[in-house]
């Protein structure tokens, strides 16, 4: 005798999951319930970041002592090597080349440690990912958020150089919070773009290491571009002193150095830094968010 037929035979899967308030596991959430859910775990993402920042340097006897160490030996590094063998500081006197080329190390070592911890945010962590349900755009966040609190530490160091030759403490130096709010949204943004090509794209991580130098090398870390390309087509300037990078390294120079005036800086670079930060905030989060329920997955 054969089993009579169930009410809800011939019923597509969606038609019934739907009747019974069923959903996909991991689905993703509209964008509005996304913000929703991630400033719902603000706290996990706060302690996330301090874990990650206490357990960089754990192993090493110097522990974070290194934070401040290793830009400062880059920026030693490359004194020597663009300041006194190439003479890149192109008559800029000593007082302000020295400041302005510890606070382009710095500062785009800020942007760099964010965009290469983006890379490996969810690759990295696929253990986490994959047994714990939480927004996957907790983890670039702390990420971006851990290299805010190691820039912040770093800092000190910095107030210190500067003040050493000759740039003291001014009204100006309160620029500095906007610069960083402005730079720290725009890491984030980048972080979210690179979090989500590497979880499909494993192997960007050890290509992003030479995008990194170029980019560093193109944005005036080591030397003033206007200085450095003067002859040169005015375009080519622009370019480069329009990249986002090199906005923020001058603001913060701006702000802090006190031979560094707004001569220097392109025009409207408030509102370009703002335009910058915006547009990779706005567009690197939803860009994430379009990819939440394929991450972990395959």
Do not use: C
Not at 14 to 34: C, H, I, N
Not at 134 to 144: G, H, M, N, T, V
Not at 146 to 167: E, K, R
Not at 193 to 220: C, E, H, N
């Amino acid at each position: 005798m054969s089993a009579p037929p169930s009410p809800h035979e011939g019923l597509p899967a969606r038609q019934l999951a739907a009747k019974y308030g069923l959903s996909v596991s991991g689905a993703r959430p509209g964008l509005g319930e996304y913000v929703r859910q991630l400033w719902g775990r603000r706290h996990f993402i706060l302690a996330f970041s301090q874990a990650k920042l206490t357990a960089q340097y754990s192993q090493a006897k110097l522990g974070q002592l290194w934070q401040v160490v290793t830009p400062l030996l880059n920026a030693a590094v490359y004194f020597f090597i663009f300041g006194v063998i190439l003479e890149a500081d192109r008559g800029m006197p000593r007082e302000v080349y020295i400041p302005f080329l510890v606070t382009g190390v710095f500062v785009f070592t800020f942007t760099q440690s964010s965009v290469m911890a983006g890379v490996r945010a969810i690759s990295g962590n696929l253990g986490l990912v994959r047994a714990l349900h939480f927004p996957r755009a907790s983890l670039p966040i702390s990420f971006s958020l851990q290299q805010l609190q190691q820039l912040l530490f770093s800092m000190v160091v910095l107030f210190a150089v500067s003040a050493g030759f000759g740039s003291y403490p001014d009204l100006s130096w309160l620029l500095i919070v906007p610069v960083l709010a402005l730079q720290f949204l725009f890491n984030t943004g980048l972080a979210l773009i690179m979090a989500r090509a590497g979880s499909k794209t494993p192997d960007l991580a050890q290509l992003m290491p030479f995008v990194m130098r170029t980019w560093m090398y193109a944005s005036g870390v080591m030397f003033s571009i206007p200085i450095m390309l003067e002859g040169k087509p005015q375009w080519v300037a622009n370019v480069l002193q329009w990249n986002p990078a090199a906005i923020f390294m001058d603001l913060m120079r701006f702000a802090l150095i006190d031979g560094y005036g707004s001569e220097n800086l392109p025009d409207h670079v408030w509102a370009a830094a703002g335009g910058w930060a915006a547009l990779f905030a706005v567009g690197g989060f939803v860009y994430f968010w379009k990819a939440e329920e394929r991450y972990g997955r395959g």
